[in-house]
Protein backbone atom coordinates (compact mmCIF):
# COMPACT_ATOMS: atom_id res chain seq x y z
CA UNK A 1 0.00 0.00 0.00
CA UNK A 2 1.19 3.39 -1.04
CA UNK A 3 2.32 5.73 2.12
CA UNK A 4 3.17 9.45 2.22
CA UNK A 5 4.96 11.00 4.73
CA UNK A 6 5.88 15.14 4.61
CA UNK A 7 8.61 16.94 6.40
CA UNK A 8 9.97 20.46 6.27
CA UNK A 9 7.11 22.47 7.57
CA UNK A 10 7.84 25.18 10.00
CA UNK A 11 7.87 28.76 11.06
CA UNK A 12 8.75 31.62 9.22
CA UNK A 13 8.08 34.97 8.29
CA UNK A 14 6.17 36.76 6.11
CA UNK A 15 8.43 37.01 3.23
CA UNK A 16 10.13 34.32 3.93
CA UNK A 17 11.04 30.48 1.95
CA UNK A 18 10.13 26.97 3.21
CA UNK A 19 10.32 23.76 0.82
CA UNK A 20 8.01 21.02 1.76
CA UNK A 21 9.19 17.04 0.44
CA UNK A 22 7.00 14.22 0.33
CA UNK A 23 8.47 11.03 0.53
CA UNK A 24 6.41 8.31 -0.89
CA UNK A 25 6.97 4.38 -0.20
CA UNK A 26 7.50 3.46 -3.79
CA UNK A 27 6.35 5.18 -7.36
CA UNK A 28 3.30 3.05 -8.84
CA UNK A 29 0.06 4.15 -11.10
CA UNK A 30 -0.95 4.90 -7.68
CA UNK A 31 0.81 8.07 -7.59
CA UNK A 32 0.41 9.22 -11.16
CA UNK A 33 -1.14 12.34 -10.11
CA UNK A 34 0.52 13.88 -6.87
CA UNK A 35 -0.72 17.12 -5.20
CA UNK A 36 -0.40 19.18 -2.03
CA UNK A 37 -3.66 20.43 0.02
CA UNK A 38 -3.72 22.80 3.01
CA UNK A 39 -6.27 23.22 6.06
CA UNK A 40 -7.00 25.73 8.58
CA UNK A 41 -9.20 24.47 11.28
CA UNK A 42 -12.66 25.43 10.93
CA UNK A 43 -12.39 25.69 6.82
CA UNK A 44 -12.29 23.98 3.63
CA UNK A 45 -9.39 22.18 2.73
CA UNK A 46 -7.99 23.73 -0.16
CA UNK A 47 -5.77 22.28 -3.21
CA UNK A 48 -2.70 24.64 -3.51
CA UNK A 49 -0.76 22.27 -6.61
CA UNK A 50 -1.11 19.39 -8.49
CA UNK A 51 0.89 17.57 -11.09
CA UNK A 52 -0.06 14.76 -13.29
CA UNK A 53 3.29 12.73 -14.42
CA UNK A 54 1.78 11.47 -17.46
CA UNK A 55 1.49 14.92 -19.25
CA UNK A 56 3.49 16.88 -16.45
CA UNK A 57 0.56 19.21 -16.54
CA UNK A 58 -0.16 21.21 -13.38
CA UNK A 59 -2.57 22.95 -11.67
CA UNK A 60 -1.97 26.09 -9.25
CA UNK A 61 -4.68 27.78 -7.00
CA UNK A 62 -4.67 31.49 -7.94
CA UNK A 63 -3.61 32.34 -4.47
CA UNK A 64 -0.16 30.83 -4.95
CA UNK A 65 0.63 31.42 -8.43
CA UNK A 66 4.01 33.07 -9.37
CA UNK A 67 4.89 32.33 -5.57
CA UNK A 68 4.80 28.45 -5.10
CA UNK A 69 6.50 25.50 -7.35
CA UNK A 70 5.51 21.81 -7.63
CA UNK A 71 8.08 19.17 -8.51
CA UNK A 72 8.63 15.39 -8.91
CA UNK A 73 12.23 13.67 -8.72
CA UNK A 74 10.46 10.09 -9.57
CA UNK A 75 13.80 8.21 -9.18
CA UNK A 76 13.75 9.25 -5.13
CA UNK A 77 9.78 8.61 -5.19
CA UNK A 78 9.85 12.47 -3.50
CA UNK A 79 7.68 15.34 -4.65
CA UNK A 80 8.49 18.64 -3.27
CA UNK A 81 6.82 22.26 -3.31
CA UNK A 82 9.03 25.35 -3.03
CA UNK A 83 7.50 28.06 -1.39
CA UNK A 84 8.32 31.48 -1.86
CA UNK A 85 7.03 34.98 -0.73
CA UNK A 86 5.16 33.24 2.02
CA UNK A 87 2.13 35.29 3.85
CA UNK A 88 0.35 34.92 6.76
CA UNK A 89 -2.93 33.55 4.99
CA UNK A 90 -0.76 30.71 3.62
CA UNK A 91 -0.71 29.38 7.39
CA UNK A 92 -1.88 26.25 7.36
CA UNK A 93 -1.39 21.94 7.99
CA UNK A 94 -0.10 21.32 4.52
CA UNK A 95 -0.97 17.68 3.18
CA UNK A 96 0.36 15.79 0.53
CA UNK A 97 -1.83 13.27 -1.42
CA UNK A 98 -1.47 10.86 -4.49
CA UNK A 99 -3.79 9.15 -6.91
CA UNK A 100 -3.99 7.18 -9.88
CA UNK A 101 -6.28 9.60 -11.16
CA UNK A 102 -7.36 7.08 -13.97
CA UNK A 103 -10.39 9.42 -14.95
CA UNK A 104 -7.29 11.98 -15.97
CA UNK A 105 -5.47 9.68 -17.80
CA UNK A 106 -8.82 8.64 -19.24
CA UNK A 107 -8.91 12.90 -20.45
CA UNK A 108 -12.62 12.39 -18.61
CA UNK A 109 -10.78 15.17 -15.87
CA UNK A 110 -7.85 17.12 -15.48
CA UNK A 111 -5.74 17.48 -12.78
CA UNK A 112 -7.38 21.07 -12.10
CA UNK A 113 -10.85 19.29 -11.67
CA UNK A 114 -9.48 16.37 -9.21
CA UNK A 115 -7.63 19.21 -7.30
CA UNK A 116 -10.66 21.54 -6.92
CA UNK A 117 -13.32 19.19 -5.46
CA UNK A 118 -14.37 16.87 -8.71
CA UNK A 119 -12.91 13.88 -7.65
CA UNK A 120 -10.46 13.38 -4.60
CA UNK A 121 -7.15 11.95 -3.85
CA UNK A 122 -6.57 8.20 -2.43
CA UNK A 123 -3.70 8.62 -0.51
CA UNK A 124 -2.87 10.77 2.03
CA UNK A 125 0.13 11.71 4.26
CA UNK A 126 -0.01 13.26 8.19
CA UNK A 127 0.54 16.89 7.50
CA UNK A 128 3.40 19.50 8.32
CA UNK A 129 2.13 22.39 9.95
CA UNK A 130 3.47 25.56 7.92
CA UNK A 131 3.06 28.87 10.16
CA UNK A 132 3.72 32.22 8.78
CA UNK A 133 4.13 35.36 10.77
CA UNK A 134 3.60 38.91 9.85
Known amino acids: RLRLVESGGGSVQAGGSLRLSCEASDYTDSSACMGWFRQVPGQEREGVTA????????YYADSVKGRFTISRDIAKNKMYLQMNSLKSEDTALYYC???????????????????????????WGQGTQVTVSS
Open 51 to 58: MYTGTEST
Open 97 to 123: AADPCTLVRQGVLTIADISTGEGDFAT
